[in-house]
């Protein structure tokens, strides 16, 4: 940890002869900022290559996200037509269904650690003479990076669902699609440092995600809920994902206030509307202090 | 090999210690989990560009010993030194120093072999310039040139250990660590690895330090240590060790086996014991001790096999039981234990 940073380029003069047979030794430059930004982004490019390569894992990843959308949002529809006034119910789930899609790859991006130490490449990975930091953090990119673009893809069907982009609309999406998928990632190493068998985690992860999905408020307006869903929904903290996507895509819809005053209420603290930015910056803290957990977590290991 | 780095040690006075050092110096080394003690206070140097073999049973402390060697577990007492640097203190300039081959493969299957040594450069900070290169010389020299752009998954069991090596290799360490190189290999490719391993004694300028627990292999290494219930019991050249033996082994299977070792002490005043099933013992001149054997023991006697001495003998007379035996008992535990720790 306590090594120079910098390492001053003394021209070889002095002990240049005798070392001439040394040529083993000493070609890794001492660890600066540059060298753990470049572990950082190996270990993120290594997650895209392997990313890239399992096409299957992208298609299958997509199923899910389809069947709520089209089956799920087309059957419902029909049930429900009258109380969205009009808007139809897929476009409402649409921004959940967003959510839901960068969850899930994230999920599966924060479980490839969990495969890494069964087959061993984690040790490659912590034995490197880098901060186990940089390790963590370019894992957490990667996924990030990866589970994003399989939001980006669920981005490109919105004009099947009655959602036209604008350039506005479409980056605020996918910075919001970004930083979910961030703190997924977060949490899913933070859960992988402890839980070391495959099931487990897997388990653990269905435990946790599908309640933070039904809880969100992906499925339904958040307002006008019994008190203890209200509680519960407030808590999850998915549904600061959800609220101000919903609200972005809403606020693009041709309808009426009242309309979108029903649909997307957005979510309240004791009366307060909270404010999207202050919803956003919940979610990348919440992502965060998971992030430093995951950190402490495998800087403790041997 | 090049010999650009030289800017880089020189800026560091320090380094001129680390190239003055002995490769390897270890003294009092211990480590315990909890009530076991793995490794018991253990002593060597090993010189700059020798091959030093560790050798012992599982569970012996070999793997323990290489761990904390590697910065990979902290020693609870005693000190060691790799390439001059601290293993405790100085963990990073030691890694930046050492390659390390696991027993168990650390290649991600899903990348090919140059993504996994490109991978590995960019972890261990190689100039980027000299990746390339470098990259194609390990891999020329494993013989693995043509595979480069084959997904690691679709090697086989020797590919695999030759791309560690490799990439072992890549960052140009002072010392390579070999952690039981050639365990679960099959004999042919057991030997196709010792090949590779004499190749790099002779064309890098690296010292070896490797496990193994297979006897013959020991043959290879210029010394190798003993180490048995985490202390040493005997360490110089395999030749030396063998001479220090001196005896022949002779092994008998006779109708009464614990009576016939009781007769070997009373009649001929040797130390008999059991080992692989049969009595076993040495003498000094096995093939004029046998005729003796049969007239006097007063016992059928079914088989007899002399053995000029070998490493099995000498870690016989060191340990009082063969490698085989040794790892048979519950040994295991304490090693499978100690990987867990080492995770």
Redesign the interface.
Known sequence: ?A?KST??????????G??????????????TLR?EL??I???W??EL??FS??RLRILVSLIQPFLFLFVLGTGLSTLVSTSTHGVNFRTFIYPGILCMAVMFTAMFSAASIVW??E???L???M????RRSSIVLGKCVGGATVATFQGVIVMAIGPLVGVHYTLGLALEIFALLLLLAFSITSFGMMAAARV?QMQSFMALMQMAIMPMFFLSGALFPVNKLPPWLAVLNRLDPLTYAVDPMRRAVFAHLDISPVVRQALAPGVTWWGWHVPGLVEAAMVAIIGLVMLAIAIAEFSS?? | ???T????????PS??R??DAPAISVRGLTKSYGEIEAVRGIDFEVARGETFGFLGPNGAGKSTTISML?????PTGGKAEV?GLDVVRER??V???IG?V?Q????????SAE?NL???A??????RE?IAPRMQSVLQMLQLWDRRESLVGTFSGGMKRRLEIARGLL????VLFLDEPTIGLDPQTRSSIWSYITKLEDE???TIFLTTHYMDEAEYCDRIAIIDRGKIVALDTPEALKASVGKDRVQITTEDDPTAIAALGERFGIEAQMAEGEVTFGVASGEQFVPRLFAELGLAIRSVSVARPSLDDVFMSYTGTTIRDAEAGSNDMMRNMAKM???
Not at chain 2, 171 to 174: E, F, G, K, Q
């Open positions: 940890m090594t390492l001053p380029p003394t021209p070889a003069t002095a002990g240049s005798k070392a001439s047979h040394e040529v083993a030794a000493q070609h890794i430059p001492a660890r060298s470049r572990a982004k190996a270990v490019r290594r290559i392997r390569r399992d890494d130490r087959f061993g490449f040790r490659e990975m034995v490197a003479p880098v070391t290991v041997e | 090999m090049s010999a780095s030289l800017t880089e040690s020189n800026g560091r380094d001129q680390s190239i590697c910065t990979l577990a902290r390439a990073d300039r890694r930046r120093n390390l696991f168990d493969t650390t290649l991600d299957n899903y990348l993504q490109r991978l590995h960019e972890l261990y900070g190689m100039p000299k960052h140009s360490p002072r890098q300028d690296v720790m080492n995770r």
